[in-house]
T-cell receptor, first 113, second 111 residues
């Protein structure tokens, strides 16, 4: 069974641009969560989607948005990029509505110049 | 608002000795706790978990202890091996199925 796949692995953008990251969950998993990892801040929760509906949202500005498609694949969009958005963005999937374990992808390393 | 805290950014241990990683949390509504291990350029991988109704869970060399009154979680690795060198994150789940992660502890096991 294929794991969680995130594309692209690396991305370089400049301030003011926007970016879209993609995540394909493990087959059969219906919940997809997004996290931002920066040095010293650990994993900060962005949002979670379950069956195409946003179920939870973290404390990030509205520039960060996401969606989930009927095949459970998810995208995350960041508009008007800022230098502080440089981070590793991780996607995690789980099977059940009440998750006991998250399976993570390898992440997308975003650098904003 | 860091609801899950790992106050030790790094830890060094001799091979064969015990590694103890600590984690504190503030929300008494957390009902499930997990430890993840992360190597550079890879996503975190699940290590071990514990329900809030238990105080200990063991899986091979890894044991997690939960002290609810102190809101404290610890991971014991015995014996430590060089391959255990990685960043370890503790995480907690609330009743709304949202997971909160700590800032991580970088473990180095010295051969």
């Amino acid at each position: 069974k294929a794991g969680v796949t995130q594309t692209p692995r690396y991305l370089i953008k400049t301030r003011g641009q926007q970016v879209t990251l993609s995540c394909s969950p493990i087959s059969g998993h219906r919940s997809v969560s997004w996290y931002q990892q920066t040095p010293g801040q650990g994993l900060q929760f962005l949002f979670e989607y379950f069956s195409e509906t946003q179920r939870n949202k973290g404390n990030f500005p509205g520039r960060f948005s996401g969606r989930q498609f009927s095949n459970s694949r998810s995208e995350m969009n960041v508009s008007t990029l800022e230098l502080g958005d440089s981070a590793l963005y991780l996607c995690a999937s789980s099977f059940q509505g009440r998750s006991e374990k998250l399976f993570f992808g390898s992440g997308t390393q975003l650098s904003v110049l | 608002d860091q609801q899950v805290k790992q106050n030790s950014p790094s830890l060094s241990v001799q091979e064969g000795r015990i590694s103890i990683l600590n984690c504190d949390y503030t929300n008494s509504m957390f009902d499930y706790f997990l430890w993840y291990k992360k190597y550079p350029a890879e996503g975190p991988t699940f290590l071990i978990s514990i329900s809030s109704i238990k105080d200990k869970n063991e899986d091979g060399r890894f044991t997690v202890f939960l002290n609810k009154s102190a809101k404290h979680l610890s991971l014991h690795i015995v014996p430590s091996q060089p391959g255990d060198s990685a960043v370890y994150f503790c995480a907690a789940r609330n009743t709304g199925n949202q997971f909160y992660f700590g800032t991580g502890t970088s473990l180095t096991v010295i051969p």
